[in-house]
């Protein structure tokens, strides 16, 4: 079975610009969750949804951030404008109730604004 | 106080050691608690729940010790390959998790 799938895995950008980051949750999953990773701050959750739906977006960072969830295979984490302070790792997870719990992480987006 | 609290290390251990991480969690209401495996530029992976009565997979160890609000993993005969960082997973209603820094573990020759 494929697991979880993001995309870009790499993006260098240049401050201002708009930066999108895609990840396709594994099938049957009903929970999605966005992390970012920093040396500083560790493994931060962002955002997660649950049956498509935002349940807690209060780990955004500021309103340069967003999140969406068009349907159960595909979801988007947008920043607009991007500044070098985002650099970071950004992961998404998913995961299925009632199953032990266990998150299923992607293998990350490195992201880095010049 | 964070809510989950880990020592970063770095622990050094030659090969062969036991050694062992501690992480503290500061909500007297979680509900379940895991230790994840991150290796260098690679996203996290469940290692192992940990169970109250604690729980044993081959040379790994898990332990919850709920009074005192710590859970403990132990790693007996280290091998080169258990190089990595450990998180500390503590999850609350909803069992969404919150994660701590991670312990690095560097095992030498």
């Known amino acids: 079975d494929a697991g979880v799938i993001q995309s870009p895995r790499h993006e260098v950008t240049e401050m201002g610009q708009e930066v999108t980051l895609r990840c396709k949750p594994i099938?049957?999953?009903?929970?999605l969750f966005w992390y970012r990773q920093t040396m500083m701050r560790g493994l931060e959750l962002l955002i997660y949804f649950n049956n498509n739906v935002p349940i807690d977006d209060s780990g955004m960072p500021e309103d340069r951030f967003s999140a969406k969830m068009p349907n159960a295979s595909f979801s988007t984490l947008k920043i607009q404008p991007s500044e070098p302070r985002d650099s970071a790792v950004y992961f998404c997870?998913?995961?299925?109730?009632?199953?032990?719990?266990?998150?299923?992480f992607g293998p990350g987006t490195r992201l880095l604004v010049l | 106080r964070k809510e989950v609290e880990q020592d970063p290390g770095p622990f050094n251990v030659p090969e062969g050691a036991t050694v062992a991480f501690n992480c503290t969690y500061s909500?007297?209401?979680?509900?379940?608690f895991f230790w994840y495996r991150q290796d260098c530029r690679k996203e996290p992976k469940l290692l192992m729940s940990v169970y109250s009565s604690g729980n044993e997979d081959g040379r790994f160890t898990a332990q919850l010790n709920r009074a005192s609000q710590y859970i403990s993993l132990l790693i007996r005969d280290s091998k080169l390959s258990d190089s990595a960082t450990y998180l500390c997973?503590?999850?609350?209603?909803?069992?969404?998790?919150?994660f701590g820094r991670g312990t690095s573990l560097i095992v030498h020759p």
């Open positions: 997973v503590v999850t609350g209603g909803s069992y969404i998790p919150t």
């Open positions: 909500n007297s209401a979680s509900q379940s």
């Open positions: 099938s049957g999953h009903d929970y």
């Open positions: 997870a998913s995961r299925l109730t009632g199953v032990a719990e266990t998150q299923y």
